[in-house]
């Protein structure tokens, strides 16, 4: 298994690139940068990109995207502490989502979800929550274990992500540690252990069973869902791991690190199959089309490249 550079697109924004999710059944992406846009994309036949569409209204730099399954909206969370919600087809804003500082790292759609269910990474609150992307109201809260006060800064929440079955929610913390929810129910169901460093990011192989990590520890978890049990750790970063993604056909995962290096894993061999050396700066995003023939990585150094799998 490879990837081989289809196209890359320098200054793709006019500030560092830190988040990109696809479309999905199709070769539409989105990006969200520092210069407080979310821009989306088209991946044309010729393997070039479009002219993006510019999404504004966050007034300081976006942090994550997501796309709902119906792949008509799109959510943006920025340091301004709002959550945005596009329509992706008339470009129209459909809610603003006012949130309490710090509170909104990373957010994800439910993907198995017709109802715009949207999971927000707490960060200082030590929690999860769950708002709704039709009307902005809150829907959930899932909190961590309680903690002493003078140990909460540690389970401030960095990430989030849910599992494509949509019944698992997990999220990471600073402390290493990643929790994991039964979605129906609202039940922690695991604590799992084995990072001692921020935990970045998060992502589920297809089948829902196993989930993959980013941690500044250098190394990205492999771990059992069901039996909470760690089955490998994967080290080759020269830094912090800070984004991470299961290719759709759950034999692969690529990660981006402030190495500026973009790494494929072979989930079979548990090895690392390739480093790719396109990004100058830190690669804050990596993710794969649902049809698993394409990758994207995004940096600090405000490109967005773009990759065929084979």
């Known amino acids: 298994m490879r990837v081989s550079l289809l196209t890359k697109t320098e200054d793709a924004h006019d500030d560092a690139l830190w988040c990109v999710a696809w479309k999905p059944r199709c070769s539409d992406f989105i990006t969200g940068s520092v210069d407080e846009t979310v821009k989306a994309w088209t991946l044309e036949e010729g393997g070039s990109l479009g002219v993006p569409h510019s999404y504004t209204g966050h007034t300081l730099g976006v942090i994550s995207v997501s796309i709902d399954a119906s792949g008509m909206y799109a959510a943006?969370?920025?340091?301004?502490?709002?959550?945005?919600v596009w329509n992706l087809?008339?470009?129209?804003?459909k809610c603003v989502i006012d949130t309490p500082p710090s509170e909104t790292w990373q957010i994800a759609f439910n993907p198995a979800s017709n109802s715009l269910l949207l999971a927000a990474a707490g960060g200082s609150s030590n929690r999860v929550v769950v708002w709704s992307g039709e009307d902005a109201s809150m829907n959930e809260q899932l909190g961590l274990p309680a903690a002493e006060e003078k140990l909460k800064q540690e389970k401030f929440v960095l990430s989030v992500a849910y599992s494509p079955d949509g019944r698992r929610l997990a999220c990471g913390a600073m402390d290493g540690t990643v929790a994991v929810f039964d979605v129906p129910s609202g039940k922690l169901l695991h604590m799992l252990t084995g990072h001692h460093k921020p935990v970045r990011d998060l992502s589920f192989t297809p089948d829902s069973k196993f989930i993959?990590?980013?941690?500044?520890?250098m190394h990205s978890h492999l771990y059992d869902v069901e039996h909470a049990s760690l089955v490998e750790a994967f080290s080759g970063h020269e830094s912090w791991?800070?984004?991470?993604?299961?290719?759709?056909?759950?034999?692969?995962?690529?990660?981006?690190?402030?190495d500026a290096k973009v790494k494929l894993w072979d989930l079979q061999t548990r090895s690392c199959a390739q480093t790719v050396t396109e990004h100058t700066d830190q690669v804050w995003g990596v993710a794969w089309q649902d049809s698993g023939a394409h990758l994207a990585s995004v940096s600090d150094d405000k490109s967005v490249a773009i990759y065929a799998f084979s």
């Open 212 to 217: 993959m990590t980013a941690c500044d520890d």
């Open 76 to 84: 943006s969370s920025a340091l301004d502490s709002f959550i945005r």
């Open 89 to 93: 087809e008339d470009n129209s804003t």
């Open 241 to 258: 791991v800070l984004s991470v993604a299961c290719h759709p056909d759950g034999g692969a995962f690529a990660t981006g690190s402030s």
